[in-house]
């Protein structure tokens, strides 16, 4: 693809960014106006990125799968379930690859990473296990972007191998955990003091890719309080 | 305590039963009355059956622990934290043992058998590990007053000491699990087709008394049919 095609291809997203919202209050206006926007955001940062870079998908956001999937959430919730097919291809929906065998949209991973890339003030989590480096780098890049990012996690997971809790603390941000053997065995998150997700899936590859798990995601404030809540006695319970 | 005192307890219940609607209302007016109304039902039977036993705690009902905690659940959902301080009593909040380290009433695994016994025609449980007598026996209560309790669980965790799969299915109960390495690791309940139930407890003694656990159960048919889907897809996967 040269240059032309890729202003080609920036201009027509460009051009759908008036045009969205109308499309979307036709699909029966249950769509968080706050998520669509940060996708729209992400997805022009990543289409000047890949420009910035030359074409192709080598500078797609870490994480972020890439598409512009402006999915439908159910009144009050959306539920997510795993395994995926696979994991994301990081040159998202403009993977270029012959016979990639990543995902290139629609996945439950996507869509999660998607809801943390729609953060725009606090992140909180609670996760057992955390050896997923795409959820891990979406945190970061929450961290980055000025999002308060607060970690809660489990001591004895955090000693397996392949844990991301090192390397999230490294990047600055506050980790907590639990000082007993009994099990901080939550996978909760509180997302700008709305947003309330749980269910049973560990941010691990064998979470995403192998085991039967879901995670329930409301859009419901009064929940997100009573988790928000929790967070903050363990957070206290394990400084 | 003699047949008399239980009489005038007894006339006491009765007496609750046609004043607590008005109460309820004047609570906020979002309990489910279906749940209230089960509770009461319960708890008539309880004090029943524990006066048919000569009155003390002996008979009281499995699992239930036997309180009329008609609790306000939060408009659109209700989350449970666990870990509880302790088991329930099985003699409920009656119970007149000296210095009993039972609790008695307002847990969270005694608001959860509350909403196990307010099923009233079906019950879709997918869950990874199931070693909570309590729990089982209110699964068993269900399927012996005609609600479909049907359950799936994980091959690996079923063959583990403790498991309570083998005596639910010896008692006639559908049960199913997956058939590979990978966990079914879900932790979900569908309840009338009405209301889902997801988290991150495991339904163990472990779950209840030792580690940091979530549930959260919701009043939203539109989330329920999410999960009644998945249900079916695994039931028939693992015929």
Redesign the interface.
């Known amino acids: 693809m040269n240059l032309v095609s890729l202003g080609v291809k920036l201009a027509l997203a460009w051009r759908l960014v008036p045009v969205l919202p109308a499309l979307v209050g036709k699909m029966g206006g249950c769509i968080s106006t706050f998520l669509e926007t940060e996708t729209l955001r992400s997805r022009v940062a990543q289409l000047e990125r890949q420009l910035a870079a030359g074409g192709g998908g080598g500078a797609a956001a870490p994480g972020g799968g890439g598409s512009v999937s402006v999915v439908a959430a159910?009144?009050?919730?959306e539920?997510l379930?795993f395994?995926d097919p696979a994991m994301p291809c990081r040159n998202g929906k403009g993977c270029r690859r012959n016979n990639c065998t990543y995902a290139h949209g629609d996945t439950s991973l996507i869509r999660l990473l998607q809801w943390l890339g729609a953060a725009k003030q606090t992140l909180d989590v609670?996760v057992?296990s955390i050896t997923c480096d795409e959820l891990s780098e979406a945190l970061l890049a929450a961290h980055n972007r000025g999002v308060r990012v607060r970690i809660i996690s489990d001591n004895d997971q955090m000693a397996t191998k392949g844990s991301d809790i090192e390397r999230l603390k490294a990047a600055g941000m506050p980790v907590r955990w639990?000082k007993d053997a009994?099990?901080?065995?939550?996978?909760?998150m509180v997302l700008d003091s709305r947003f309330?997700m749980?269910?049973?899936?560990n941010w691990t590859r064998?979470?995403v890719l192998?085991?039967?798990?879901?995670v329930?995601i409301?859009d419901?404030p009064?929940?997100a309080a009573?988790?928000a809540e929790?967070f903050e006695s363990?957070w206290a319970a394990y400084a």
Do not use: R
């Open positions: 159910p009144a009050g919730g539920v379930f395994p609670c057992f639990d009994a099990h901080m065995h939550h996978k909760f309330a749980t269910g049973s899936f064998a979470g192998e085991n039967q798990e879901n329930v409301l419901a009064g929940i009573k988790y929790k363990l």
